[in-house]
């Protein structure tokens, strides 16, 4: 965790300028003071995907400080980053004097302070919706197959056990959208269900899961991955991204 700059090259559309990363091994606490909003980030973190996914669909210009969840024993656990954020997880966002810890924290946060474009419907009974698939997602899936999780499951059933996690989750998950899809999960905005979706798609890809019995799923995420937001914050494209891992 330190200071090179980074800035996210446009691919064909403009976004605003996404800022810059810190990353090395300096401290947290040497962190330069910005009125930007900073950003505590893993490039592999789907729960960081979905908030820099929002970052980028509301334009928001913000600092990234990489936080290598393998390195050092994972420099979540440093007395720095506690002192950040007492779950030790990714991501953290601090912005307008505070810091926020939970992807779905961050994202409704985002939605009320800076509303457009909206990430969850007008319609109630949409944003019932979009709450629920993200819910299922964030809490019903990932955390089952999260690296802590693994970690106690044991080096030789960690892929059969993500592999079930995720199937099992997929398997309710695309009852769901049959019935609330229209071109994204709920109609035909993307909200922050679609910000849940894409991240774990990428999680199943990761552990070999089977996509054919999920063809709303995966229509859907193939959708949602041509557009820019869902491009530049993909994990590839992040200044911590391995040089054998970028795109």
């Not at 393998?70 to 506690?82: L, N, T, V």
């Not at 999260?146 to 993500?162: F, R």
């Amino acid at each position: 965790m330190g200071s090179t700059p980074f800035r996210v090259p446009p691919p064909t559309l403009q976004l605003c300028e996404r800022g810059r990363s810190l990353r090395g091994q300096g401290s947290l606490r040497t962190m330069t003071e910005s009125s930007k909003p900073i950003l505590y980030s893993y490039f592999r973190s789907s729960c960081s995907w979905r908030v820099r996914i929002a970052l980028a669909l509301k334009s928001i210009d913000y600092e990234m400080v990489t936080v290598n969840l393998i390195k050092d024993g994972g420099q979540q656990f440093s007395e720095e980053f506690q002192a950040l954020n007492p779950m030790k997880q990714v991501p953290a966002l601090k912005i307008d004097g505070i810091t926020i810890g939970q992807s779905l924290a961050i994202i409704e946060y985002l939605e009320e302070t800076r509303p457009t474009p909206r990430l969850l419907p007008q319609d109630p009974k949409k944003r019932a919706h979009v709450r629920m698939i993200s819910d299922l997602i964030a809490s019903g899936i990932q955390p089952l197959q999260n690296l802590s999780v693994l970690k106690q499951v044991g080096q030789e059933k960690q892929l059969s056990w993500a592999q079930q996690a995720i199937s099992s989750g997929f398997n309710a998950l695309e009852r769901i959208l049959q019935s609330t899809a229209g071109k994204y999960c709920v109609g035909d905005e993307v909200s922050m269900a679609d910000l849940c979706l894409v991240p774990q798609v990428a999680n199943a890809d990761r552990y070999k899961v089977d996509l054919t019995p999920y063809p709303t799923i995966s229509r859907i995420s193939k959708s949602l991955l041509t557009l820019e937001a869902f491009q530049v914050s993909h994990p590839c494209r992040q200044p911590d991204t391995p040089p054998e891992l970028r795109a």
